[in-house]
């Protein structure tokens, strides 16, 4: 007899999802009884970094992973992270043990009372199946959604006592597109409008970075000979930013966005929400006599644009097909790339200077020895949100795939993606470095994630800026004029402690000299290195 168990790993294994990310449960123990040889458990200890974890993994190697959380109360941890994970656009099917079927009635402990609804917003579908035989096929319908655009996760309910039911429905194996093209009247009307255009801007966003636009995004850029700009607070990195044409990263305040783009009559935003705000600074949409044209393969994107006209395709393809359509200008223009991606008025800062090697350091004097000291494919995983601005003012991403951090703005997701996306280099034997730049704050969300990474041994740098605040709300409540909020203090954190109890290796190093000896020992090591570097607690502007 073939089990519901035998017919699910087997369609596992010819889909490719034979690494599992998860915390075991009572309610999941069937599922994972006999775990085949050729099947791998990552095994995490909170279902948030899980789900991070999972989905770290998920984009550095741009397949889709599988989740394994406990019931309600699993998916309930795991909601954090997968929030992130939704607006990340990764390809997840999260996965959650029920209770036995002949008890749901009752509602026993540990169930799941509305597996439907438990994981909404954040999953493209949920679903429970009516009946064991049904499992299965239920896997390939949760592969298929999660794996079309715009690709996100899903979530089954599985109730216990399915596994060892006999499978009677046959379940074939289906291949799906992951990209949905553009139309081709449509795009021809944009490519009509771009050229007849007086001075074009470009806003590129993450969904380049996703599909491996580089490239594409390059060739329309140098076609136009236009101003590119990476959407407002980018999880990824869209166009290389040592290009000639890069101009830096939008602010994510309405007003102050608008009049960045000033002068431009027609903008085009690909890859990206029209547009990312997070405080609320007034003013147009888009500066008056400007068109707005957005391509996006995600028609809720389209949908709640407040302004412009749009095109519904995957942004690598549309960036393809627009460059051929497009004449060359034939121009050599050369843009003054702004130092902040955040700040509005940063190219009037001066530069810091170079820290002596037995000063204290500042945020940004942190970053620039960090960079000097770091190989030049490493891949940054960013969760330091009060310092974003200092990062990008010292760091320049010039090679694909190099910068990741979460689109929600949620905490947690950082390091346990970090893990995920170091167990990535190896498994695609790349090897490329990674460095999590995770601050003091952010780190309290998701320690546990370091228990993963050294039981996998992989080798990744965690670098903790200590300023002893949540300081991006600090820098909010100054913007919002909210005097004496609580809470913000973090006195006494002790991140190198916390890294040595979950066996990684843990160092204080005060000084540009005891940063690059850190680094020096972690770049060698097997296993994970966090590095606590306490810095000037400064509050920057949050715009």
Partial sequence: MTTVRDATFQLLRELGLTTIFGNPGSTEETFLENFPDDFRYVLGLQEASVVAAADGYAQATRRPVLVNVHTAAGVSNALGTLDSTFQNKTPLILTAGQQTREMLLLEP??????????????????????????????FMRAYAIAMQPPQGPVFLSLPLDDWDAESTVPTAVRSVTSRVGADPDR?????????????????????????????????LAEKLNAPVWAAPSS???????????YAGGLPFAQGLLSERLAGHDVILVVGAPVFRYYPWVPGAYIPAGSQLLHITDDPAESGRAPVGDSLVSDST???????????????????????????PHASAEPRPEDPADHDPLTARQLFRVLRSATPHDTVIVQESPSNIADLHSEWEFTRPDSYFAMASGALGWDLPAAVGIALAQRDLTTHRPVLALIGDGSMQFSPQALYTAVREEVPLVVVVPNNGEYGILKAFAEFQKNPGVPGLDLPGLKPHLIAQGYGATGVVARTAAEVRAALDGAWERSGPTVIEVPIDPAIPPLV
């Fill in 109 to 138: 402990w540990l169930v799941n009372p509305d597996p439907q609804s438990i994981a909404s917003p954040w999953v493209k579908w949920a679903h429970q199946p009516a009946r064991p035989q049904d499992v299965p096929a239920a």
């Fill in 187 to 219: 795009l021809a009307e944009f490519a009509a409008t771009l050229a007849g255009a007086q001075n074009p801007v470009l806003v590129f966003g993450s969904d380049i970075a996703r599909g491996d636009g580089w490239a594409e995004a390059v060739t």
């Fill in 235 to 245: 999880e990824r990195v869209p166009f290389p930013e040592d290009h000639r044409l």
């Fill in 317 to 343: 393809l549309a960036l393809r097909g627009l460059a051929e359509l497009l004449p060359d200008r034939g121009a050599d223009t050369v843009v003054d790339t702004q130092e902040h991606r955040l700040a």
